[in-house]
């Protein structure tokens, strides 16, 4: 089946740095990409929509210049966190669609865990 | 303001005994859900899906109803078993061709009990 590899799995930044997590699609092209966030006993939140070769689009309340969204090829997302903050710190999840629906839904990577301090 | 609630932050359920899953939506707009399944510190994994056009969806010991007029979708795994216990999501699209990204509920963490 399809397979979307998610890296770093966890990471633990200074204040003030930037942090770089990626996704890529294993087996499939990923036409769209989606970038979720997910803060300790709460839902999965939309942040941000990439096509391949188009600037993302972000929800209301992401900021686009601190989470910098880069979908340069259809295998490969890019989500860097820019001049992190503790409060930044969160579960961070891509998912990708296959450029053929295949009604089952969309592929998700196994998440980052990102940690400011 | 929530869309997509799922109002029961968990459930325990018997081994072998059925477990269901409950979600209401807000937006009439959702026109595609699906249920997923979560390990700690993984990301979802895809259990069953239901276009609004339809009420019922099968698959093996997972079944997912849709009431559209109670806004309402039910996910019933029977017979429960151990290695179901998880945290489920509901999930809701304004299409089904996978364009637009999910509203996801808060999830329902299941335990399955011997």
């Known amino acids: 089946g399809a397979v979307v590899s998610q890296h770093p799995s966890w990471v633990i930044c200074k204040s003030g740095t930037s942090v770089k997590i990626e996704c890529r699609s294993l087996?499939?092209?990923?036409?769209?990409m989606f970038w979720y966030r997910q803060f300790p006993k709460q839902s999965l939140m939309l942040m941000a929509t990439?096509?391949?070769?188009?600037?993302?689009?972000?929800e209301q309340g992401v900021e686009k210049d601190k989470f910098l969204i880069n979908h340069a090829s259809l295998t490969l997302s890019t989500l860097t966190v820019t001049s992190a903050h503790p409060e930044d710190s969160s579960f961070y999840i891509c998912s990708a669609r296959q450029a053929i629906w295949a009604g089952s839904g969309y592929t998700f990577g196994s998440g980052t865990r990102l940690t400011v301090v | 303001d929530q869309q997509v609630k799922q109002n029961s932050p968990s459930l325990s359920v018997q081994e072998g005994r059925i477990s269901i899953l409950n979600c209401d939506y807000t937006n009439s707009m959702f026109d595609y859900f699906l249920w997923y399944k979560k390990y700690p510190a993984e990301g979802p994994t895809f259990l069953i899906s239901?276009?609004?056009?339809?009420d019922k969806n099968e698959d093996g010991r997972f079944t997912v109803f849709l009431n559209k007029s109670a806004k309402h979708l039910s996910l019933h795994i029977v017979p429960s078993q151990p290695g179901d216990s998880a945290v489920y999501f509901c999930a809701a699209s304004l299409t089904g061709g996978g364009a637009d990204g999910l509203t996801f509920g808060k999830g329902t963490h299941l335990i399955i009990q011997p």
């Open positions: 087996d499939f092209q990923a036409t769209t």
């Open positions: 239901i276009s609004s056009i339809k």
């Open positions: 990439s096509n391949e070769g188009s600037k993302a689009t972000y």
